[in-house]
């Protein structure tokens, strides 16, 4: 899945590395400010961890928790068989360029998406949601909903796939950056299936968990 850059906020973003008068002038938002409420306060401490920043340019328009619960909410009255992927947040950190420094994704899946009998090596899963994995580059985490906002759902529930990319891995492998990753991830998809009104928060739990599991 290709990274995601958006021109918008490339021309409020673009030379902010390296104008240290320009950035000055600028008001950079915390963690925790980012997105519409994406990110809890241990999801702030996550992202943090995952791009080594501590403050990060505003959040572009059209990204944040409801804009894309009501996105999904669409595709899935629509009954698509495919559906777009969503951002609910771009990171841009102090002194970055224009490019997303981390990305936070969803979309509505297929179950066959839970088939982790072919994961990559450098995917950890874990027993978190319907399916959890882990890594540096990018982690994913799926859910179910059942949601008066998603008729026939009771039926057939929802299934959510979210994704975070990191534009910055490092080249060693760090369970402590790849579980960073993950609970970045889990904070927004927490705070997804809230707004969505997910029947038990879609079965994730109020805080990351890293239960290992065997690929299946």
């Keep these: 899945m290709s990274l995601v850059v958006l021109a918008g906020l490339a021309l409020v973003a673009c030379g902010g590395g390296a104008d240290a008068d320009g950035d000055s002038k600028r008001k950079f938002l915390g963690a925790s400010e980012l997105c519409e409420g994406a990110f809890s306060l241990e999801g702030a401490a996550a992202l943090r961890t995952v791009t080594g920043a501590e403050l990060f340019y505003p959040s572009p328009e059209g990204e944040g928790v409801p804009t894309v619960a009501a996105d999904l909410e669409h595709d899935f009255l629509r009954r698509a068989p495919f559906s777009?992927?969503?951002?609910?947040?771009?990171?841009?950190?102090?002194?970055?360029?224009?490019?997303?420094?981390?990305?936070?994704?969803?979309?509505?899946?297929?179950?066959?998406?839970?088939?982790?009998?072919?994961?990559?090596?450098?995917?950890?899963?874990?027993?978190?949601?319907?399916?959890?994995?882990?890594?540096?580059?990018?982690?994913?985490?799926?859910?179910?909903?059942?949601?008066?906002?998603?008729?026939?759902?009771?039926?057939?529930?929802?299934?959510?796939?979210?994704?975070?990319?990191?534009?910055?891995?490092?080249?060693?492998?760090?369970?402590?950056?790849?579980?960073?990753?993950?609970?970045?991830?889990?904070?927004?998809?927490?705070?997804?299936?809230?707004?969505?009104?997910?029947?038990?928060?879609?079965?994730?739990?109020?805080?990351a968990t890293f239960i290992p599991v065997p690929a299946r």
Aim: with cysteine.
């Design 84 to 207: 777009p992927e969503h951002t609910l947040c771009s990171v841009y950190r102090k002194g970055g360029n224009d490019f997303t420094d981390a990305s936070l994704r969803f979309s509505l899946a297929g179950k066959h998406e839970l088939d982790t009998s072919d994961l990559a090596s450098n995917q950890h899963p874990y027993a978190m949601g319907k399916l959890a994995t882990a890594g540096l580059e990018r982690s994913y985490l799926f859910f179910e909903c059942v949601s008066p906002r998603l008729p026939g759902s009771a039926e057939s529930p929802a299934l959510i796939g979210g994704e975070i990319s990191d534009r910055h891995p490092p080249e060693k492998e760090s369970r402590l950056l790849w579980e960073a990753s993950l609970t970045a991830l889990h904070s927004g998809a927490l705070a997804l299936a809230k707004e969505l009104g997910c029947v038990r928060d879609g079965g994730l739990p109020p805080k």
